[in-house]
């Protein structure tokens, strides 16, 4: 079983993973639906969440 700290990634990570930029991960984040969650001043990303937003399609919408 995979703890919680070992699921949330920052933009720079989530950028990485899925292979776009960093402006492009904020840009998703004011356009559109993907699953970010602001914790304090920092967004944060679940590699599952993500991982189910680009199978869904959705990331190929921008």
Known sequence: ???INDN?????????????TK???RNWIKK???PAHKI????KF???????W????KSALE
């Open 1 to 3: 079983m995979e703890t």
């Open 8 to 20: 949330w990634i920052g933009i720079e990570e989530a950028a990485k993973y899925m292979g776009v």
């Open 23 to 25: 402006e492009t991960i």
């Open 32 to 34: 559109t639906d993907i």
């Open 40 to 43: 304090g001043k920092l967004w």
């Open 46 to 52: 679940q590699k599952s969440e993500l991982e189910k």
């Open 54 to 57: 680009i199978k869904s399609g």
